[in-house]
T-cell receptor, first 112, second 110 residues
């Protein structure tokens, strides 16, 4: 089986812009979660989607949003980018067991 | 918000030595996972433990879940340079979302 794929792998944006990141889960997985990873805060949960519905949400401002499509692919969007949004954004899918996460390689976002 | 504390935060040892890293919480886990993350990659699931006192082995790695399900440890025997990476524990409390620990960055010196 192919693993979780994320596009793009690297992205440079300017403050105030918006960005959309994409994630394709492992075939057959219906749950997709998004995480933000920074050196200072570690790995923080953004949100989880299951069958096109947001099932869980972390403590991030409304500038962070996501959606899931009928084929389980997911996108996350960050509007009005801030310097502090620079991070590695990881997507993970879950299959047989809800909490066993299979991660993609991440998208490295740099905001200048 | 549940907190998972990992210790040590950084660990640097010679190849061939043994080491143990810890994951602790003040709350009871429903289950706990250990992940390893290498530079430029996402975390990779190593093991899931569910039962208090459970011990699982993965080659030279031994994972233990505390009897009270509030702590876990990862022991590596005869460390190799390929063990270098960020080790993350992640726990489920009740029926909530997965919460990740602060991580232990391990460096094995050849």
């Amino acid at each position: 089986k192919a693993g979780v794929t994320q596009t793009p792998r690297y992205l440079i944006k300017t403050r105030g812009q918006q960005v959309t990141l994409s994630c394709s889960p492992i075939s057959g997985h219906r749950s997709v979660s998004w995480y933000q990873q920074t050196p200072g805060q570690g790995l923080q949960f953004l949100f989880e989607y299951f069958s096109e519905t947001q099932r869980n949400k972390g403590n991030f401002p409304g500038r962070f949003s996501g959606r899931q499509f009928s084929n389980s692919r997911s996108e996350m969007n960050v509007s009005t980018l801030e310097l502090g949004d620079s991070a590695l954004y990881l997507c993970a899918s879950s299959g047989r067991t809800q909490y066993e996460q299979y991660f993609g390689p991440g998208t490295r976002l740099t905001v200048t | 918000t549940q907190l998972l504390e990992q210790s040590p935060q950084f660990l640097s040892i010679q190849e061939g030595e043994n080491l143990t890293v810890y994951c602790n919480s003040s709350s009871v886990f429903s289950s706990l996972q250990w992940y390893r993350q290498e530079p430029g990659e996402g975390p990779v699931l190593l093991v899931t433990v569910v039962t208090g006192g459970e011990v699982k082995k993965l080659k030279r790695l031994t994972f233990q879940f505390g009897d009270a399900r509030k702590d876990s440890s990862l022991h590596i025997t005869a460390a190799q340079t390929g063990d270098t990476g960020l080790y993350l524990c992640a726990g489920i409390f009740g029926n909530e979302k997965l919460t990740f620990g602060t991580g232990t960055r391990l460096t094995i010196i050849p």
